[in-house]
């Protein structure tokens, strides 16, 4: 059985935009992260590549590429017991206010 990621032979209403598109300030920051957990041995493309392809297809088809990635690295981080989803969501909120306040 296919999963949500498994694309090929799925019809399409038309050609795919695969144009570049310049990164927001968050996906650069997780690229970085993404490299820098990597550097450090604490995850690999191939971990990150599989928690992207467990998530709900719902919530696979639902958000982008870096939205994708960043729910990934959240769930390994959990999975490794690195962070908890307390202190995930805490400094996620304080962001939050930071940035409704700039």
Sequence with gaps: MSKAHDRGGWPTEGPLDQSEHPLRDWE????AL??????KGVM???EVRRAQEEL????Y????YYDRRLEAVEALLLE??????????RKATKLDQ???KS
């Design 61 to 64: 088809e639902s958000i982008g």
């Design 98 to 100: 930071f940035w409704e």
């Design 28 to 31: 650069r920051r997780l690229e």
């Design 44 to 46: 690999r493309l191939d």
């Design 56 to 59: 709900e297809p719902e919530v």
């Design 80 to 89: 490794k017991d690195l962070l908890s989803k307390e202190e995930i969501d």
């Design 34 to 39: 993404g490299g820098i957990l990597a550097l």
